[in-house]
């Protein structure tokens, strides 16, 4: 049966709701909702011609399962992001719990952390199928920005140090690169397919060769709303400043994976002395130069930094 609205909140002719009175028949704050929308990806808003921003019906029912998981305790980064089915699996599983805090501990066991040393041991053994099962349900259980730093990123991380100690090779390395390569381009396709805000370029310069940094920041500006517009790694200047001048980009972003022999600082430097100079040029990554702040450019330590100044800027 199709989700029932209280009196007063009736959807319009063509089934689609304003978030006014989708808060109503959720019992959900609007500020709530746009928070979820913003930082999760759900629920997932549709634009009519007017422009008005409106949710289809059905998301009345998701929204009512997850507000009865928050009622036993779960967080919002657990909940919010899962399927309709995973929820309705979880509310099944955990009786109504008369403390907040002991049906959370349940939810974790539901959806298990992934360990390190399993994630390696898949990648070890080329077991795509496995890495991906761990990435969905850490996906479910953080949260997307939670997920990039708490599990993308540190993955990363340890796939390089078992590379240099030799516990792995090259083909494992790229193997497992790929892999979370692709499953961000897969949970990004949607918000891609909804997203219609500004613009932005997200490249490495020259020399620079690691691209799943571009993809964790194109996800976090696609779950802003934004347009993205990857170039790929490895891009001259030149090619960036062009872009720039050939298509309505609001940003250009470029991602420092690691510190190399030469500093990117110089590259950075002229590339921001040939964009427009009110278009802003950002900088992330573990290589990502901190002296550059003074010189008109926007440094950001992690993903979380960005996400928060992108909720400063207008996504639409």
């Known amino acids: 049966m199709p989700p029932q609205t209280p009196a007063g909140t009736r959807p319009a002719p063509d089934g689609l709701l304003a978030i006014g009175a989708l808060s109503a028949a959720t019992g959900i704050p609007v500020e709530t909702i746009r928070t979820w929308e913003r930082r999760y990806g759900f629920p997932v808003a549709e634009r009519k011609p007017s422009g008005h921003r409106v949710y289809p019906l059905a998301t009345i029912t998701r929204l009512r399962l997850i507000a009865k998981a ?19 699996g979880l509310l099944a599983a955990l009786p109504r719990a008369g403390r907040a805090r002991t049906p959370a501990r349940h939810a ?125 790694v490895d891009t001259p200047g030149d090619q960036i400043v062009a872009l720039a001048r050939e298509a309505p980009i609001a940003a250009v972003a470029v991602s420092c994976a690691a510190q190399a022999r030469r500093s990117p600082a110089e590259a950075l430097r002229a590339l921001r002395g040939r964009l427009p100079r009110g278009l802003p040029l950002l900088v992330g990554g573990t290589g990502a130069p901190a002296s550059l702040r003074q010189e008109g450019v926007e440094i950001f330590p992690d993903l979380a930094a960005l996400e928060r100044w992108l909720r400063t800027r207008p996504a639409a």
Do not use: K, Y
């Open 70 to 88: 928050l009622e036993q305790g779960h967080r919002a980064a657990e909940v919010v992001p899962a399927s309709e089915g995973t929820l309705e």
């Open 108 to 232: 974790t066991s539901l959806v298990p952390p992934a360990d390190p040393a399993d994630l390696l041991e898949a990648a070890r053994g080329f077991d795509r199928d496995r890495l991906n099962r761990f990435f969905q349900a850490d996906w479910a259980r953080l949260g997307p920005i939670e997920f990039l730093e708490q599990r993308a990123a540190p993955f990363l991380t340890a796939i390089g140090e078992a590379w240099a100690a030799g516990a792995l090779e090259v083909r494992h390395e790229h193997f497992a690169s790929a892999c979370l390569g692709d499953f961000l381009r897969v949970v990004r396709m949607p918000l891609d397919d909804r997203a219609d805000g500004p613009i932005v370029a997200l490249a490495t310069l020259p020399g620079e060769l690691h691209g799943l940094g571009l993809q964790m920041s194109a996800l976090v500006f696609a779950l802003a709303g934004w347009r993205v517009l990857i170039l790929g």
